[in-house]
């Protein structure tokens, strides 16, 4: 049985709902059935009945490792869709709250910190307290020497965690009072205060909702209760070791320290965590200069990454790997053999950040990269989809299409990589992105403020109307030069960093990792099925509450540490069919379904992989012909929609 914690933060009613299990195994299940029940694909995004449920899988506070990720369930202002989004390490204090979750309800126009206290009996108390629009602002711009996500992290434990055991919170920043594309954010805890570590659920614009929707900028949590305390299984590690010995032939510690190698150490690469492996694991496969790279030749690509891991990699390396004494290595939040998060010069370095505000956005050099992902986690934005918009706009500049007084800056950026110098460029390009990504907050000119309430793909096709003579000089439209997936009249999303056509495909969920994002090509047929492989896999990881960085152990216990550990007897793969069944029916209520690919750029990349791959069929027709581009997306939607039982249904309602 799992517990929820509704409140409404209008009257500041609270009432705990169980939800039953199987029908209910994880938060992702809840929250569907929450937004199902309310209807809310029928409302505004930012309206109150737009529910924020945030929630822990059912191995919270027990002996699984990884088991401590909470899922985000919400209606995205960005996709126009229902969206999940999940933060690293928060359930290993939630749970001690008495509760597997809370669903923010209602709306207040002051902002508000909800404080959810839990008693060893289970009983969990909550209390609305309000910050006020002007203190909030205020804490943001500063508060004992911090600034943004991390200063209001600091003042709500400072305000309503004392006296609150093993408190901790969940913020936003200023970016979600001014954007739609703001992630929650939440810090380990360091003797009462948020210490060097940042996790968020950035991708699809949570923190917007949960503010602009509902007037909540923060959540404290806390208490005493301990879930072992109803089902001693959740710590019995000795069950947990029978279990892996009988499924996988090896120790749980052994399954646990072998599948997660990568994020922690590998010792054939002498790297870890995923901005040590990725580079050079992938090389000149992965997308630099906002996706331009595909269109350069294999040598060219090997030169550029080349000087990638000379200029960004390499001083990484060398202090967080390479450097004698501690090693810079924490976890995120929750005791975890992976300890995934590297710390260079005190700020958190993961690859899909780093690179998008990095070499993705022409910034070349790992100072000015760092600094643009502390700014970014600051202002509480989301770092990939920043990235995008800063590449986008980087590469308007570069082709003419726009220019520099128009986004408010002195100096055009240097984004084409063949005459590309990092010692020249790369601090320039960093100075220029800072004052877009703060302009977007700030809402400086029209086009920065359109980009921050509507979006890329909006903004874009604004410019189409506002500027129709440059496209007409150019031969290309302002949405030509991004890379992205349409949903429905007004929704998109940026594809994570990675080269491969399933970023971009047609799913229900896009944004998440609930596809398939190598560097790969197949038929849209064959491609399909393993992209609802896929999407069941990481779908179960997600609502079991678990870090994906554990997938390649998880998805071959989980079915019996359901069985094992909750007593349940449950097909997983039928219960994920329907629960995706009902994500993907509830996107066509909301108008955000899939929608052909708009963007030149877009399709040049998936063309890009394949002819790169060798296939002689679908890449050269689809470089040379938009027609056949469209025929390999609806041929991949209707065979994906088919295997979900969706087939004949592909037309969107209103939003």
């Known amino acids: 049985m799992l517990r929820f914690l509704h409140v409404n933060v209008a009257s500041g009613e609270a009432r705990v709902v169980e939800a039953g299990m199987p029908g209910v195994l994880g938060p992702v299940d809840y929250g569907v059935k929450v937004h199902l029940d309310a209807g809310s694909h029928g409302s505004p995004v930012f309206s109150a009945r737009n529910v924020v449920v945030a929630g822990c899988g059912p191995f919270a506070g027990g002996r699984v490792f990884g088991a401590h990720r909470m899922a985000l369930v919400f209606r995205s202002p960005v996709t126009r869709g229902l969206h999940v989004s999940t933060v690293g390490g928060v359930c290993y204090r939630f749970v001690s709250a008495g509760v597997h979750g809370v669903v923010v309800e209602g709306w207040r126009e002051e902002p508000v910190a909800l404080v959810l206290r839990g008693s060893v009996d289970g009983s969990v108390e909550a209390r609305v307290e309000e910050i006020g629009w002007d203190q909030l602002w205020e804490v943001w711009r500063g508060y004992q020497g911090l600034r943004g996500t991390r200063a209001l992290a600091a003042y709500v434990l400072e305000r309503y965690g004392q006296g609150l055991s093993r408190a901790g919170a969940l913020v936003v920043g200023p970016a979600a009072a001014r954007t739609i594309m703001a992630g929650v954010f939440s810090f380990n805890v360091e003797r009462g205060r948020p210490g060097g570590v940042v996790d968020s659920a950035s991708?699809?614009?949570?923190?917007?909702?949960?503010?602009?929707?509902?007037?909540?900028?923060?959540?404290?949590?806390?208490?005493?209760?301990?879930?072992?305390?109803?089902?001693?299984?959740?710590?019995?590690?000795?069950?947990?070791?029978?279990?892996?010995?009988?499924?996988?032939?090896?120790?749980?510690?052994?399954?646990?320290?072998?599948?997660?190698?990568?994020?922690?150490?590998?010792?054939?690469?002498?790297?870890?965590?995923?901005?040590?492996?990725?580079?050079?694991?992938?090389?000149?496969?992965?997308?630099?200069?906002?996706?331009?790279?595909?269109?350069?030749?294999?040598?060219?690509?090997?030169?550029?990454?080349?000087?990638?891991?000379?200029?960004?990699?390499?001083?990484?390396?060398?202090?967080?790997?390479?450097?004698?004494?501690?090693?810079?290595?924490?976890?995120?939040?929750?005791?975890?053999?992976?300890?995934?998060?590297?710390?260079?010069?005190?700020?958190?370095?993961?690859?899909?950040?780093?690179?998008?505000?990095?070499?993705?956005?022409?910034?070349?050099?790992?100072?000015?990269?760092a600094g643009l992902v502390e700014l970014a986690d600051e202002l509480g934005i989301d770092a990939?989809?920043?990235?995008?918009?800063?590449?986008?706009?980087?590469?308007?500049?570069?082709?003419?299409?726009?220019?520099?007084?128009?986004?408010?800056?002195?100096?055009?950026?240097?984004?084409?990589?063949?005459?590309?110098?990092?010692?020249?460029?790369?601090?320039?390009?960093?100075?220029?992105?800072?004052?877009?990504?703060?302009?977007?907050?700030?809402?400086?000119?029209?086009?920065?403020?359109?980009?921050?309430?509507?979006?890329?793909?909006a903004a874009a096709h604004a410019l189409n109307l506002r500027y129709s003579g440059r496209v007409y000089m150019y031969r290309t439209g302002y949405q030509d030069v991004a890379v992205y997936s349409a949903y429905g009249e007004r929704g998109y999303m940026t594809p994570n960093l990675y080269w491969s056509p399933g970023l971009v495909a047609p799913v229900p969920v896009p944004g998440r990792y609930w596809t398939v994002y190598s560097p790969s090509f197949a038929s849209p047929e064959e491609l399909a099925e393993a992209v609802l492989d896929r999407m069941i896999a990481e779908y179960l990881v997600d609502n079991a509450g678990l870090c994906r960085f554990h997938r390649r152990w998880a998805e071959q216990l989980l079915q019996h540490l359901y069985h094992e550990l909750l007593g349940l007897d449950v097909n997983l793969r039928s219960h994920a069919l329907e629960t995706l069944r009902a994500i993907a029916r509830y996107q066509l209520q909301a108008g955000a379904e899939p929608r052909p690919w708009e963007s030149r750029k877009t399709i040049d990349m998936v063309a890009g992989i394949a002819v790169e791959l060798g296939d002689r069929d679908w890449g050269?027709?689809?470089?040379?012909?938009?027609?056949?581009?469209?025929?390999?997306?609806?041929?991949?939607?209707?065979?994906?929609?088919?295997?979900?039982g969706l087939g004949g249904d592909q037309q969107g309602g209103s939003t």
Request: glycine share 10%; proline share 6%; hydrophobic share 40%.
């Open 384 to 457: 990939i989809e920043a990235g995008h918009i800063v590449a986008w706009l980087f590469d308007l500049l570069q082709r003419g299409m726009l220019s520099p007084g128009e986004l408010g800056l002195s100096e055009r950026p240097v984004f084409d990589p063949t005459v590309y110098r990092a010692e020249r460029d790369s601090r320039a390009n960093a100075e220029a992105a800072r004052a877009i990504l703060e302009g977007l907050v700030e809402h400086r000119g029209w086009l920065l403020t359109l980009v921050a309430r509507r979006g890329l793909r």
């Open 620 to 644: 050269p027709r689809m470089a040379s012909d938009p027609v056949a581009a469209r025929e390999w997306w609806e041929r991949f939607r209707e065979k994906l929609w088919s295997l979900l």
């Open 203 to 369: 991708r699809g614009g949570a923190g917007s909702v949960l503010l602009q929707g509902h007037g909540v900028a923060a959540i404290v949590y806390g208490g005493e209760y301990d879930p072992s305390r109803d089902n001693p299984r959740l710590r019995d590690a000795r069950l947990l070791d029978e279990v892996s010995r009988r499924v996988l032939g090896k120790s749980y510690a052994e399954a646990v320290e072998r599948a997660t190698a990568k994020y922690r150490y590998d010792p054939r690469l002498g790297s870890g965590g995923t901005f040590g492996v990725n580079y050079l694991h992938y090389r000149d496969l992965l997308p630099f200069f906002g996706f331009n790279t595909v269109y350069l030749s294999k040598a060219a690509r090997s030169s550029l990454v080349d000087r990638v891991l000379e200029e960004l990699w390499k001083p990484v390396q060398r202090e967080v790997f390479e450097k004698p004494g501690p090693r810079p290595w924490r976890t995120c939040g929750e005791p975890c053999p992976a300890v995934c998060k590297k710390l260079w010069r005190g700020v958190k370095i993961d690859y899909e950040p780093s690179n998008a505000l990095g070499p993705f956005s022409g910034v070349l050099r790992a100072e000015d990269m």
